[in-house]
């Protein structure tokens, strides 16, 4: 099984700060995907990135895959209530069906 | 578009009570489905995946069963459930292997 590991666990940050969550493993992935979850919902999905080193930007948040496909970073500038959630990174295991998550990142804004 | 449904939302069982869970896609054919089991709001564990009619692999082993009878439609059940099954049950689906997944919202399983 090819593990993922966030950090941090749990996040508790004021409105307007910013935040990077981390997705490391020791294995080499074809993709990672960022998935946000929020209490009582199923995940939803936020991006994908393929290329190792390459950044996507989704409005105020910025995801990074490691140059060597085995870690990416997921970075908030100005976080707002509204981004509260659980975020998981998950990346396709050797069958490609199974798609392994990490256990996520809880990220809880206040005003 | 394509729309994933699960249900019930919640559901609360005792202890050896059979179990159904449904789940239903539309605006799409032949997809991959998946059933996914989330303990305490953390990380997702695969339980089952079909990628097409009759076709069901399983990941882990486990009290649980699945069927897949039509084309859209995906059951998870149980002859008798445990304590242990208790959790947050997620059905998705994806146009195939290594394609982005689409959760539905969820079935909360409580077992008494």
């Known amino acids: 099984t090819q593990l993922l590991e966030q950090s941090p666990q749990f996040l508790s940050i004021q409105e307007g700060e910013n935040l990077t969550v981390y997705c490391n493993s020791s294995?080499?992935?074809?993709?990672l995907q960022w998935y946000r979850q929020e209490p009582g919902e199923g995940p939803v999905l936020l991006v994908t990135?393929?290329?190792?080193?390459e950044v996507k930007k989704l409005k105020r948040l910025t995801f990074q895959f490691g140059d060597a496909r085995k870690d990416s970073s997921l970075h908030i500038t100005a976080a707002q209530p509204g981004d509260t959630g659980l975020y998981l990174c998950?990346?396709?295991?050797?069958?490609?069906?199974?798609?392994?998550f990490g256990k996520g990142t809880s990220l809880l804004v206040t005003p | 578009s394509q729309t994933i449904h699960q249900w019930p939302a919640t559901l609360v069982q005792p202890v050896g009570s059979p179990l159904s869970l449904e789940c239903t896609v539309e605006?799409?054919?032949?997809?991959?489905l998946y059933w996914y089991r989330q303990a305490a709001g953390r990380g997702l564990q695969l339980l089952f995946y079909?990628?097409?009619?009759?076709?069901i692999s399983s990941e882990v082993p486990q009290n649980l069963s699945a069927s897949r009878p039509q084309d859209r439609q995906f059951i998870l059940s149980s002859k008798k459930l445990l304590l242990s099954d208790s959790g947050f049950y997620l059905c998705?689906?994806?146009?195939?292997?290594?394609?982005?997944?689409?959760f539905g919202d969820g079935t909360r399983l409580s077992i008494l």
């Open positions: 998705a689906w994806s146009e195939r292997g290594n394609q982005p997944q689409h």
């Open positions: 294995s080499v992935f074809s993709s």
């Open positions: 990135v393929v290329t190792g080193g």
């Open positions: 998950a990346g396709w295991g050797n069958s490609g069906y199974a798609l392994n």
């Open positions: 605006g799409t054919s032949n997809p991959n």
């Open positions: 079909s990628v097409g009619i009759g076709q």
